[in-house]
């Protein structure tokens, strides 16, 4: 099965670095394991003769199926059924792994999608992203982005010798491709991606032609190092039963000169054309559209830990935690009503894809970045303290204070083992290192929030909303005047 051959894949002569040392059999590393065994289940799904249809598309009239964050729209249907993929593996995992590659798939697949009309910007283009697209389709490959540059001097650009240094550029051009020098961050699930998909987010002048490039990294390239944040995985599984199996590891990649083949590199040198790609609304609304279905599965979730919890105390009778409670709702139904939007009113693109509407996920991501920090917030407020009296493992109910655990730590309507068994998942949740990297996550995944904001702003067609104003003032000047 496909997740098996996953696994085995990841044995490359890929560099990924953990705690100063050089990772070797990724699967069996107790950083990777549980992570890489809910991946492998997942990519299993595509087997499953029960499960295949929800999340996968059979290939050009083949029996063989792929993700269907591969399939390209033409059709309300077909773009139901890449949001029934997205929602699927979503709830498996409870939302909790953003980049189980169906992002990224979902960009290579806006790319083909547009390639003709993306081929003014490269006469090579439509060659390079058809071939690299039917490659990643077929080989079931793990995709993932690394897009920041160094956050060494935000204060300085790269007229700034120190910050030149350490961008991503090219240093040498040569028949073979490119070869780069410098990093990139924050690449999460890139000990286990086959290939990176590496741009910026800057607009370079055209004096910066070296830093201005879209590339397709294979994680195996000589001179490229996986550089691992600390762990957060906990093997543990009764009492960290998130962190066991969700640590979905951020990095940072080091490029020692790395050589970029030709065929990776999708364009290079000219900053007007790399923003173009990279701002191009098919490829943007596809995979912007997984990130709003995930996040639905994650603020059920978190709204399901909390209604658990307050049952669990009998606090679901008050007023002000019915309120919060009734909160959580509302987040949710507001993230699922913008995603219906964006689907409903999906349009053809130039080529005849059909994409959703950007607005609606745009709003859906910007106002994410505030709604599961409140959640979080809420979560801790119906809890309180029960979060840190809970003991310090299951095994305290088989040792000689059994009867007395059973006693104290009862619930209002569960037993006490149940009730320690939910307290230490939320505690996975709001307290572990997990659970405070994915409020981080959540807040910035999707860029700058202030900025994401101000963009929607920009980008509105606000005198469609300031007409009406004017109009109605003008009516009203003309009718008060006195007659002469």
Known sequence: MRG???????????????EGVQVGQLPEHPAFKGTLDTIRQLFNTLDDPAIRDIVGFKVDNTDRYAHSSFLVPYSHEQLAKRSRSFDYWSQQTHGMMS??????????????????????LDPHFEHKITKYYEEARDGDLFLTTAIIDPQIDRSKDLDNSRIADRFLHVVKETSEGIVVRGAKMIATGAPYTHDFIISSFLKFE???????????????????HIVCRESFADLRGQDHPLSARYEEMDAVLFFEDVLIPWERVLLFGDSAKVLALR????????????????????????????????????AGGFLHVQEKLGELITQIDVIKALVIASETQAKPDETGVLVPELSYIHTARSIGTKF??????????????????????????????????????????????????????????????????????????AGDPVRGYANQYNDY?????????????????KNSRTPM
């Open 4 to 18: 098996e051959a996953f696994l085995r894949s990841l044995n490359d002569g890929r560099q990924v670095w953990l």
């Open 206 to 224: 055209a004096k910066d032609r070296n830093y201005a490039h879209v590339l397709i990294v294979p994680a195996n390239s000589p001179g490229l």
């Open 461 to 477: 067609d606000k005198q469609r909303l300031t007409d009406p104003v004017w109009q109605l003032l003008k009516q009203s000047s």
């Open 372 to 445: 599961y920090p409140r959640a979080i917030e809420i979560l801790q407020q119906v809890g309180g303290g029960g979060f840190v009296q809970a003991p310090s493992g299951m095994e305290d109910f088989y040792g000689p204070l059994t009867n007395l655990m059973h006693r104290y730590f009862e619930g209002a309507s569960i037993s006490a083992e149940k009730k320690v068994q939910l307290f230490k998942l939320a505690w996975d949740l709001i307290g572990s290192p997990l659970g405070a990297r994915h409020e981080l996550y959540e807040r910035f995944y």
């Open 99 to 120: 980049r189980l590659s169906d992002y990224a798939r979902s960009l290579v697949t806006g790319w083909y999608a547009a390639r003709k009309e993306l081929g003014r």
């Open 279 to 314: 701002n191009n609304k098919s490829a943007n609304a596809l995979a912007f559209h997984q990130n709003i279905v995930r996040y639905v599965a994650k603020l059920e979730f978190v709204a399901g830990i909390t209604f658990a919890v307050a049952d669990s105390i009998g």
